[in-house]
Nanobody, 115 residues
Framework: QVQLVESGGGLVQPGGPPRLSCTAF????????MGWYRQAPGKHRELVAS???????TYADSVRERSTISSDNAKKTVYLQMNNLTPEDTTVYYC?????????WGKGTLVTVSS
């Protein structure tokens, strides 16, 4: 079984930045794909950014120029740094990890961008 523990959400002023962290606990021995998704009310959950254990990254077009995802493989932790936040970035952010054994989600962390 795999558990994901998220941190770093909360109230953020426009311009940001928050730094979201997610640590995976459990049987993660091989390659993995770990990242962050977000879901606004009434919309589908969408990828924000992800990173493979070998270091390759993927970003949504809406955040590509203002976000950086990184990882610490030894700690099984990924970090998402987002800059130039706007109220449109307000939503729940979910951590996700894909491994051979399955696809796992965190409980989500709310990021509220407001002055």
């Amino acid at each position: 079984q795999v558990q994901l523990v998220e941190s770093g959400g909360g109230l953020v002023q426009p311009g940001g930045p928050p730094r979201l962290s997610c640590t995976a606990f459990g049987n993660i021995y091989a390659a993995y794909d770990m990242g962050w998704y977000r879901q606004a009310p009434g919309k589908h959950r969408e990828l924000v950014a992800s990173i493979l254990s070998i270091g390759s990254t993927t970003y949504a077009d809406s955040v590509r120029e203002r976000s950086t995802i990184s990882s610490d493989n030894a700690k099984k932790t990924v970090y998402l740094q987002m800059n130039n936040l706007t109220p449109e970035d307000t939503t729940v952010y979910y951590c996700n990890i894909k491994i051979f054994a399955g696809d796992y989600w965190g409980k989500g962390t709310l990021v509220t961008v407001s002055s």
